[in-house]
Protein backbone atom coordinates (compact mmCIF):
# COMPACT_ATOMS: atom_id res chain seq x y z
CA UNK A 1 0.00 0.00 0.00
CA UNK A 2 1.38 3.44 -0.73
CA UNK A 3 2.37 5.94 2.32
CA UNK A 4 -0.48 7.99 3.14
CA UNK A 5 1.62 10.28 5.83
CA UNK A 6 1.76 9.74 9.81
CA UNK A 7 -1.91 9.67 10.91
CA UNK A 8 -2.38 6.92 8.64
CA UNK A 9 0.07 5.22 9.34
CA UNK A 10 0.66 5.33 13.44
CA UNK A 11 -2.81 6.71 13.99
CA UNK A 12 -3.04 3.66 16.69
CA UNK A 13 -0.66 4.83 18.72
CA UNK A 14 -1.76 8.74 18.52
CA UNK A 15 -3.87 9.96 21.31
CA UNK A 16 -6.16 12.38 18.62
CA UNK A 17 -10.14 12.83 19.60
CA UNK A 18 -12.15 10.87 17.24
CA UNK A 19 -13.50 14.00 15.50
CA UNK A 20 -9.96 14.67 14.01
CA UNK A 21 -10.20 14.76 10.42
CA UNK A 22 -6.59 14.29 8.33
CA UNK A 23 -4.80 16.67 6.99
CA UNK A 24 -1.44 15.16 5.49
CA UNK A 25 1.16 15.87 3.39
CA UNK A 26 2.56 12.85 3.56
CA UNK A 27 5.00 13.96 5.91
CA UNK A 28 6.96 11.62 8.21
CA UNK A 29 8.74 8.64 6.46
CA UNK A 30 12.17 10.28 6.51
CA UNK A 31 15.06 8.54 6.17
CA UNK A 32 17.41 7.22 8.76
CA UNK A 33 20.91 7.62 6.98
CA UNK A 34 23.77 5.78 7.92
CA UNK A 35 26.94 7.71 8.31
CA UNK A 36 30.17 5.65 7.33
CA UNK A 37 32.67 7.84 8.22
CA UNK A 38 31.51 9.77 11.47
CA UNK A 39 30.98 5.71 12.73
CA UNK A 40 34.39 4.91 12.34
CA UNK A 41 35.95 8.27 13.60
CA UNK A 42 33.33 7.45 17.00
CA UNK A 43 33.88 3.43 16.51
CA UNK A 44 30.23 3.19 16.80
CA UNK A 45 27.06 2.90 14.64
CA UNK A 46 25.86 6.39 13.64
CA UNK A 47 22.53 6.99 11.92
CA UNK A 48 21.25 10.66 10.77
CA UNK A 49 17.71 10.64 11.08
CA UNK A 50 17.07 13.92 8.58
CA UNK A 51 13.92 15.34 9.60
CA UNK A 52 14.67 18.09 6.75
CA UNK A 53 13.01 15.79 4.34
CA UNK A 54 9.61 16.24 5.76
CA UNK A 55 7.31 18.77 3.16
CA UNK A 56 8.23 21.57 4.73
CA UNK A 57 11.46 20.90 5.61
CA UNK A 58 12.04 20.48 9.41
CA UNK A 59 10.28 17.79 11.39
CA UNK A 60 7.88 20.38 13.02
CA UNK A 61 5.40 18.36 9.90
CA UNK A 62 5.14 15.80 12.25
CA UNK A 63 3.19 17.53 14.89
CA UNK A 64 1.63 20.28 12.43
CA UNK A 65 -0.39 16.82 10.80
CA UNK A 66 -2.09 15.99 13.96
CA UNK A 67 -2.58 19.93 15.23
CA UNK A 68 -4.43 21.13 11.98
CA UNK A 69 -6.20 17.87 11.64
CA UNK A 70 -7.77 17.57 14.86
CA UNK A 71 -8.53 21.75 14.71
CA UNK A 72 -10.30 21.20 11.51
CA UNK A 73 -12.16 18.18 12.95
CA UNK A 74 -13.68 20.88 16.47
CA UNK A 75 -14.89 23.12 13.63
CA UNK A 76 -11.38 25.67 13.88
CA UNK A 77 -11.28 28.17 10.99
CA UNK A 78 -8.31 30.06 11.91
CA UNK A 79 -4.58 28.84 13.43
CA UNK A 80 -2.20 30.90 15.30
CA UNK A 81 1.10 30.16 16.39
CA UNK A 82 4.69 31.55 17.73
CA UNK A 83 7.37 30.73 15.65
CA UNK A 84 11.30 30.85 15.62
CA UNK A 85 10.68 30.10 11.35
CA UNK A 86 9.59 26.44 11.19
CA UNK A 87 6.73 26.08 13.18
CA UNK A 88 4.97 29.18 11.02
CA UNK A 89 6.27 27.54 7.22
CA UNK A 90 4.31 23.87 8.70
CA UNK A 91 1.32 25.85 10.32
CA UNK A 92 0.84 27.79 7.01
CA UNK A 93 1.22 24.84 4.80
CA UNK A 94 -1.45 22.72 6.62
CA UNK A 95 -3.62 25.01 7.44
CA UNK A 96 -3.65 26.59 3.55
CA UNK A 97 -4.25 22.54 2.54
CA UNK A 98 -7.07 22.77 4.90
CA UNK A 99 -8.64 25.87 3.48
CA UNK A 100 -7.80 27.72 7.45
CA UNK A 101 -6.26 31.05 8.00
CA UNK A 102 -2.81 31.08 9.73
CA UNK A 103 -1.68 33.86 11.63
CA UNK A 104 2.10 33.50 12.52
CA UNK A 105 3.93 35.64 14.91
CA UNK A 106 7.77 35.69 14.74
CA UNK A 107 10.58 37.50 16.51
CA UNK A 108 11.49 40.46 14.16
CA UNK A 109 14.69 40.44 12.27
CA UNK A 110 15.78 36.34 13.69
CA UNK A 111 13.70 34.42 10.93
CA UNK A 112 16.02 32.72 8.59
CA UNK A 113 14.65 33.43 4.95
CA UNK A 114 13.75 30.22 3.79
CA UNK A 115 11.58 30.11 6.82
CA UNK A 116 9.57 33.55 6.72
CA UNK A 117 9.78 33.10 2.60
CA UNK A 118 7.70 29.47 3.09
CA UNK A 119 5.10 30.63 5.51
CA UNK A 120 4.38 33.60 2.95
CA UNK A 121 4.84 30.97 0.20
CA UNK A 122 2.14 29.03 1.82
CA UNK A 123 -0.56 32.18 2.77
CA UNK A 124 0.08 32.93 6.03
CA UNK A 125 -0.53 36.38 7.59
CA UNK A 126 3.13 36.95 8.84
CA UNK A 127 3.19 39.56 12.08
CA UNK A 128 6.65 40.34 13.32
CA UNK A 129 6.94 41.56 17.15
CA UNK A 130 9.51 43.65 18.52
CA UNK A 131 10.26 40.92 21.26
CA UNK A 132 11.53 37.45 21.71
CA UNK A 133 9.83 33.83 20.38
CA UNK A 134 9.32 33.75 24.05
CA UNK A 135 7.50 37.03 23.96
CA UNK A 136 5.50 35.67 20.72
CA UNK A 137 4.30 32.68 22.56
CA UNK A 138 2.82 34.58 25.72
CA UNK A 139 0.71 36.86 22.96
CA UNK A 140 -0.54 33.79 21.05
CA UNK A 141 -1.33 32.13 24.18
CA UNK A 142 -3.63 35.12 25.89
CA UNK A 143 -5.21 35.49 22.32
CA UNK A 144 -6.05 31.60 21.63
CA UNK A 145 -7.78 31.86 25.21
CA UNK A 146 -9.76 34.89 24.75
CA UNK A 147 -11.16 33.85 20.90
CA UNK A 148 -11.91 30.63 19.28
CA UNK A 149 -8.26 30.90 17.27
CA UNK A 150 -6.77 27.42 17.23
CA UNK A 151 -2.85 27.71 18.96
CA UNK A 152 -0.56 25.16 17.44
CA UNK A 153 2.17 25.40 19.20
CA UNK A 154 4.17 22.64 20.76
CA UNK A 155 2.14 23.09 24.25
CA UNK A 156 -0.44 21.68 21.67
CA UNK A 157 -1.02 18.36 23.19
CA UNK A 158 -1.74 17.11 19.54
CA UNK A 159 1.86 18.30 18.17
CA UNK A 160 3.42 16.23 20.74
CA UNK A 161 1.27 13.03 19.72
CA UNK A 162 2.82 13.60 16.18
CA UNK A 163 5.71 13.94 16.50
CA UNK A 164 6.12 10.92 18.59
CA UNK A 165 6.11 8.78 15.59
CA UNK A 166 9.31 9.70 14.80
CA UNK A 167 10.72 7.71 17.70
CA UNK A 168 8.67 4.56 15.82
CA UNK A 169 10.13 5.08 12.40
CA UNK A 170 13.21 4.72 13.78
CA UNK A 171 12.45 1.91 16.11
CA UNK A 172 10.70 0.36 12.91
CA UNK A 173 13.84 0.68 11.00
CA UNK A 174 16.25 -0.34 13.49
CA UNK A 175 14.15 -3.02 14.96
CA UNK A 176 14.85 -1.37 18.34
CA UNK A 177 15.65 1.67 20.05
CA UNK A 178 19.34 2.83 19.66
CA UNK A 179 21.43 2.90 22.17
CA UNK A 180 21.76 6.93 22.27
CA UNK A 181 19.24 9.58 20.56
CA UNK A 182 21.30 12.90 20.46
CA UNK A 183 18.91 16.23 19.38
CA UNK A 184 19.00 19.96 19.52
CA UNK A 185 16.56 21.22 22.74
CA UNK A 186 14.64 24.48 21.93
CA UNK A 187 10.96 25.13 23.08
CA UNK A 188 11.66 21.57 24.20
CA UNK A 189 8.55 19.81 22.51
CA UNK A 190 10.65 17.81 20.76
CA UNK A 191 12.53 15.90 22.96
CA UNK A 192 9.59 15.63 25.27
CA UNK A 193 7.97 13.72 21.99
CA UNK A 194 10.91 11.29 21.54
CA UNK A 195 10.92 10.46 25.03
CA UNK A 196 7.05 9.76 24.96
CA UNK A 197 7.04 7.60 21.61
CA UNK A 198 9.76 5.34 22.76
CA UNK A 199 8.39 4.63 26.60
CA UNK A 200 5.25 4.13 24.37
CA UNK A 201 6.25 1.97 21.77
CA UNK A 202 8.29 -0.80 23.97
CA UNK A 203 11.22 -1.05 21.50
CA UNK A 204 13.40 -0.34 24.33
CA UNK A 205 14.53 3.17 25.70
CA UNK A 206 17.34 5.46 24.42
CA UNK A 207 19.62 7.28 26.62
CA UNK A 208 19.31 10.94 25.50
CA UNK A 209 21.82 13.76 25.00
CA UNK A 210 19.42 17.14 24.67
CA UNK A 211 21.63 20.04 23.19
CA UNK A 212 21.24 23.61 23.82
CA UNK A 213 23.15 26.75 22.22
CA UNK A 214 25.34 28.42 24.55
CA UNK A 215 23.86 31.19 24.19
CA UNK A 216 20.44 30.04 25.13
CA UNK A 217 20.85 27.12 27.41
CA UNK A 218 18.32 27.44 30.12
CA UNK A 219 17.85 23.47 30.69
CA UNK A 220 21.58 24.09 31.56
CA UNK A 221 21.86 26.95 33.63
CA UNK A 222 18.47 25.86 35.46
CA UNK A 223 16.99 29.31 34.94
CA UNK A 224 14.98 31.16 32.63
CA UNK A 225 17.47 33.02 29.59
CA UNK A 226 15.89 36.63 29.26
CA UNK A 227 18.08 37.85 25.83
CA UNK A 228 18.80 34.79 24.45
CA UNK A 229 21.54 34.59 21.37
CA UNK A 230 22.44 32.08 18.97
CA UNK A 231 22.97 31.66 15.59
CA UNK A 232 20.92 28.01 15.56
CA UNK A 233 17.72 30.97 15.50
CA UNK A 234 15.54 27.68 15.65
CA UNK A 235 17.21 27.15 19.50
CA UNK A 236 16.90 30.63 20.48
CA UNK A 237 14.62 30.06 23.05
CA UNK A 238 14.81 31.36 26.74
CA UNK A 239 12.24 30.01 28.59
CA UNK A 240 10.88 26.55 27.09
CA UNK A 241 7.77 25.94 27.63
CA UNK A 242 8.33 21.87 28.00
CA UNK A 243 11.39 22.63 30.55
CA UNK A 244 10.44 20.36 32.66
CA UNK A 245 9.51 17.53 30.59
CA UNK A 246 12.85 17.70 29.25
CA UNK A 247 14.87 17.07 31.98
CA UNK A 248 12.57 14.84 32.97
CA UNK A 249 13.37 13.08 29.71
CA UNK A 250 17.40 13.37 29.93
CA UNK A 251 17.14 12.10 33.77
CA UNK A 252 14.90 9.15 33.50
CA UNK A 253 16.52 8.13 30.34
CA UNK A 254 19.65 8.47 32.45
CA UNK A 255 21.06 10.89 29.57
CA UNK A 256 21.85 14.35 30.20
CA UNK A 257 21.27 17.55 29.06
CA UNK A 258 24.25 19.85 27.82
CA UNK A 259 25.14 23.21 25.65
CA UNK A 260 27.32 24.12 22.95
CA UNK A 261 29.25 27.09 21.49
CA UNK A 262 27.67 28.61 18.02
CA UNK A 263 31.23 27.13 16.64
CA UNK A 264 30.74 24.32 17.90
CA UNK A 265 27.64 24.05 16.09
CA UNK A 266 28.71 25.31 12.55
CA UNK A 267 31.56 22.47 13.02
CA UNK A 268 29.22 19.66 13.01
CA UNK A 269 27.00 21.42 10.38
CA UNK A 270 29.83 21.17 7.91
CA UNK A 271 30.58 17.93 9.39
CA UNK A 272 27.70 16.52 8.64
CA UNK A 273 27.69 18.69 5.11
CA UNK A 274 31.10 16.96 3.96
CA UNK A 275 29.25 13.39 4.71
CA UNK A 276 26.46 14.33 2.25
CA UNK A 277 23.76 15.60 4.95
CA UNK A 278 23.25 19.96 5.00
CA UNK A 279 21.12 20.64 8.05
CA UNK A 280 20.56 24.03 9.14
CA UNK A 281 22.64 25.15 12.24
CA UNK A 282 19.97 24.26 14.86
CA UNK A 283 19.96 20.62 13.17
CA UNK A 284 23.83 20.26 13.92
CA UNK A 285 23.86 20.71 17.74
CA UNK A 286 22.90 16.92 18.60
CA UNK A 287 25.97 16.24 16.66
CA UNK A 288 27.98 19.13 18.01
CA UNK A 289 27.11 17.60 21.67
CA UNK A 290 27.98 14.07 20.82
CA UNK A 291 31.74 15.52 19.74
CA UNK A 292 32.16 17.38 22.92
CA UNK A 293 31.34 14.99 24.94
CA UNK A 294 33.78 12.38 22.95
CA UNK A 295 36.44 14.90 23.61
CA UNK A 296 35.74 14.88 27.64
CA UNK A 297 35.74 10.86 27.69
CA UNK A 298 32.24 9.92 26.54
CA UNK A 299 32.69 6.60 24.92
CA UNK A 300 29.83 5.63 22.55
CA UNK A 301 32.23 2.25 21.37
CA UNK A 302 30.13 -0.66 19.80
CA UNK A 303 26.89 1.84 20.60
CA UNK A 304 24.35 2.65 17.72
CA UNK A 305 23.50 6.50 18.27
CA UNK A 306 20.86 8.11 15.87
CA UNK A 307 21.42 11.61 15.99
CA UNK A 308 18.29 13.88 15.00
CA UNK A 309 18.58 16.56 12.01
CA UNK A 310 15.73 18.21 12.70
CA UNK A 311 15.92 20.70 9.78
CA UNK A 312 17.14 20.97 6.38
CA UNK A 313 20.17 23.27 5.52
CA UNK A 314 17.87 24.74 2.73
CA UNK A 315 15.94 27.10 5.48
CA UNK A 316 19.39 29.25 6.38
CA UNK A 317 21.29 29.21 3.31
CA UNK A 318 22.79 32.96 4.35
CA UNK A 319 24.66 31.19 7.41
CA UNK A 320 26.88 29.75 4.42
CA UNK A 321 26.90 31.99 1.60
CA UNK A 322 28.14 35.06 4.13
CA UNK A 323 31.41 32.98 5.04
CA UNK A 324 32.07 32.43 1.11
CA UNK A 325 33.31 34.23 -1.28
CA UNK A 326 31.05 34.80 -4.80
CA UNK A 327 32.11 32.02 -7.29
CA UNK A 328 35.09 32.43 -9.48
CA UNK A 329 33.73 33.76 -12.47
CA UNK A 330 35.52 33.16 -16.22
CA UNK A 331 35.01 33.65 -19.58
CA UNK A 332 33.03 30.71 -21.87
CA UNK A 333 36.28 29.29 -22.38
CA UNK A 334 38.48 26.16 -21.94
CA UNK A 335 41.36 27.57 -21.38
CA UNK A 336 40.27 29.58 -18.72
CA UNK A 337 38.63 26.21 -17.20
CA UNK A 338 41.70 25.20 -16.97
CA UNK A 339 43.64 27.50 -15.31
CA UNK A 340 40.98 27.55 -12.23
CA UNK A 341 40.47 23.88 -12.61
CA UNK A 342 43.95 22.00 -13.30
CA UNK A 343 44.91 19.50 -15.13
CA UNK A 344 44.12 16.48 -12.74
C1 LIG B 1 11.74 23.66 16.40
C2 LIG B 1 13.10 23.25 16.07
C3 LIG B 1 14.00 22.77 17.04
C4 LIG B 1 13.68 22.75 18.50
O1 LIG B 1 12.65 21.86 18.81
P1 LIG B 1 11.87 22.00 20.18
O2 LIG B 1 10.76 21.06 20.09
O3 LIG B 1 11.42 23.43 20.23
O4 LIG B 1 12.85 21.72 21.26
C5 LIG B 1 15.24 22.34 16.63
N1 LIG B 1 15.60 22.38 15.34
C6 LIG B 1 14.78 22.83 14.38
C7 LIG B 1 15.25 22.86 12.97
C8 LIG B 1 13.50 23.27 14.71
O5 LIG B 1 12.70 23.73 13.75
Given at each position: MTYQGLIHRYGQYLDLPAHTKTIS??????PLIPMPRLSREFGCELFV??????PTGSFKDRGMTAAVSEAVGRGAQTVICASTGNTAASAAAYAARAGLRSIVLIP????AAGKLAGAIAYGAEVIQIQGSFDDALTLVVEITQKTPIALVNSINPYRIEGQKTSAFEICDVLGAAPDWLCLPVGNAGNITSYWAGFKQYQKGLPQILGVQAAGSAPLVLGHPVEKPETIATAIR?????RGEQALEAAQESNGKIIAVSDEEILSAQRILASEGVWVEPASAAGLAGLIAESAKGFDVKGKKVVVV????GMKDPSIITESFQSPKLIPVNYNALVDVVGGA
Open positions: LLEGNTKFEGLNEGKVIGKPACTGH
